[in-house]
């Protein structure tokens, strides 16, 4: 009997949350009310509120979610190599992609929450942990270049319905990370 009690609560919880993303879409969160996302979600306030104090609540929970699992991908291989570099980054490239609707909301809606904020905190911290350097000031300022650069170029390729495959994305990435403006120097026409 737990079992299913528990069966239960996570399926109410992924309807509310699928209801929040699909009005993020939809609207702009601080015009989203509980009553709209239990109509959505077909459930009534007193479920939602057994689960959530209020929709910022909700939010949170969809954003803790994403960085646990983005944590996962970041420690899941070796940084330092290039060639593992590139195959994370396309790992969660694949990730973003295959949740598009919710990234999208998440990194474009104005939430009031600092989602894209503590994105940003967890890559920097893992780049700072893989680098070797006696000056903190100078990783530090080179691991918000670099993290604040690849978000944005991540959030333009999901604008832009992902022409680019994610591993294409990444070997850009790579690149831009590792070369910066050299990586223009391929493409210049040979006088």
């Not at 015009?31 to 109509?39: D, F, G, P």
């Not at 190599?81 to 598009?100: D, F, G, N, P």
């Not at 604040?148 to 959030?155: D, F, L, N």
């Amino acid at each position: 009997m737990p079992d299913k009690l528990d069966r239960r609560k996570k399926y109410t919880r992924m309807v509310l949350k699928d209801s929040l993303i699909q009005l993020m879409n939809e609207k702009t969160f601080s015009s989203i009310t509980v009553k709209e996302v239990c109509a959505l979600a077909d459930i009534n306030r007193s479920t939602f509120y057994t689960h959530f104090t209020d929709v910022h609540d909700l939010l949170y929970s969809i954003e803790e979610e994403i960085i646990e699992e983005m944590n996962k991908y970041l420690h899941a291989f070796n940084f330092v190599v290039e060639e593992e570099s590139i195959q994370m980054t396309e790992k969660l490239l694949v990730y973003i992609k295959e949740r598009k609707e919710i990234f999208e909301a998440l990194l474009e809606n104005n939430t009031g929450t600092s989602f894209e904020k503590r994105v940003m905190d967890i890559a920097r911290l893992f780049l700072m942990n893989k680098t070797d350097t006696a000056n903190i000031d100078t990783a530090s300022y080179l691991s918000t270049f670099i993290v604040s650069g690849a978000i944005h170029v991540i959030k333009d390729w999901l604008l832009n319905d992902q022409t680019q495959s994610p591993k294409q994305m990444a070997e850009l990435i790579s690149q831009f990370c590792n070369k910066g403006l050299g990586t223009m120097e391929n493409d210049k026409p040979r006088e």
